[in-house]
């Protein structure tokens, strides 16, 4: 499989080069050149398989040879071993037509480590057999860095940086990080905001030796191979409620784009989902967008649910190029005009693309703790203030379609107590894994929001060669 850039401006590179670079050089996005095909066959065949398996049968075209079937298989195992429930992702009825779909039995208990998992695992794997190290650098406002750290810790090739801005993120969350003991975790707090931390990382990388010297890499939400591994969800609950012979809808809380793009690339390789609907908070960019044709930029706003409070949805860049007949300099020229002002209208016909698939939906705070507290007098479920916002959805656009709709849970209700408390009067308890969270030992570097003192830290900890390929 060849992969080529949103922009058609970069080099057309293989799996494994994707999975390392991450960001094309000319700025864009990569995608797979053509979307592999199931038939009806094959996705028959998917309901016979767990989790792991199905994930696994999902990825291998994309792999496209890089990584042998069985080793493939066995990255697969290994990733979704660890999650908390049999099924990795169970599926549950709400009512007569919306179905829920928990992603949140991994690790972190949020969504994001259905993918990170994978990718923590095809990073070591590629980088062994190329007898190569990374140093991966992140900043994080709470939830991604976890993830992160996750899929890392204990990876043989990896050593992996997360700056957070101290005091600034929940103790959930810095413990989530900080408990963390594994020799090649490290976890700095910057005396500063989540913006510094950013800030601090991007230098890092425009340090180009620097960069080159540790060896820097990231595995942040634009990296290909962590669509890829959220497509296989979509595919193993499509099959549950009667795929390929039944079409369902799916409703996604949406942030960067990148869970409801692989709905998108499972349409495209032949599930049957009849609609995809967007869930915004009050910082509705796309819902906005498929409403009116036109992507205006407005300020962030702070709302319960944070890892969707985004005005740019980077991987919405890949949707773009699909709606624009995959004509890079087209997407480019958007983009560029959108960055410059703020703002952008899409063509007639992208547009028609767009809808025909496509709906969005928003919810303010105060309608999202009125879901949430709905949801729990009528069936008991406790959902975090994202799912909710996906179950509402689903709800609002599905009208009297007879077709399924399956709302994404993406993170666990516990890790949102206090929007729990405020909505159902109750707080939830976390999972016997992280019952303990509060007594263990954490481990944490206290850094002023200074470059050079956050590379000297990053040196010293790597040690002389650290970084650089082994032989
Ligand atoms: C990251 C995240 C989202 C948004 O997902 P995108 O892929 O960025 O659209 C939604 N809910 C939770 C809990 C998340 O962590």
Known sequence: MKYVSTRGAAPVLDFEEVLLAGLARDGGLYLPETWPQFSAEEIRALARLDYAELAARIARPFVGGAIPDDELDGI????????????????????????????????????????MQVLGRLFDHVLARRGERVTIVGATSGDTGAA????????????????????????VQRRQMTTVTAANVHN????????????????????????????????????????????????AAAAALGAPERAVSFAVPTGNFGN????????????????????????????????????????????????????????????????????????????????????????????AALRQVFAGHRLDDRETVAEMARLYRATGETVDPHSAIGIATARALAGDSETPVIALGTAHPAKFPEAVELACGMSPDLPARLADLFEREERCLVLPNDLSEVQDAVRARLGPGRGRLAS
């Open 188 to 235: 700095i707090a910057i005396q500063g905001t989540f913006d510094d931390c950013q800030d601090l990382v991007k230098a890092m990388f425009n340090d180009a030796a620097f960069r080159d010297e540790m060896r820097l890499s990231a595995v942040n939400s634009i990296n290909w191979a962590r669509v890829m591994a959220q497509i296989a969800y979509y595919f």
């Open 76 to 115: 697969f195992a290994e990733a979704y071993a660890g999650f908390d429930h049999a099924a990795v992702a169970p599926l549950k009825q709400l009512d007569r037509q919306v179905w829920f779909l928990e992603l949140f039995h991994g690790p972190t208990l949020a969504f994001k480590d259905m993918a």
């Open 148 to 171: 992160a750290i996750e899929a890392c810790r204990d990876r043989s090739q990896i050593e992996i940086f997360i700056l957070h801005p101290e005091g600034r993120v929940s103790e």
């Open 260 to 351: 409801i793009f692989a709905g998108y690339a499972a349409r495209a390789m032949g599930l049957p989902i009849e609609r995809l609907y967007v869930g915004s908070n009050s910082n509705d960019i796309l819902a906005r967008t498929i409403a009116t044709g036109d992507m205006a930029m407005a300020e962030v706003v702070p709302t319960h649910s944070p890892a969707m409070d985004i005005q740019v949805s980077s991987n919405f860049e890949r949707l773009l190029f699909e709606l624009y007949g995959r004509d890079g300099a087209a997407v480019a020229a958007l983009l560029e005009g959108f960055r410059a002002s703020g703002a952008c209208a899409l063509e007639a016909g992208a547009l």
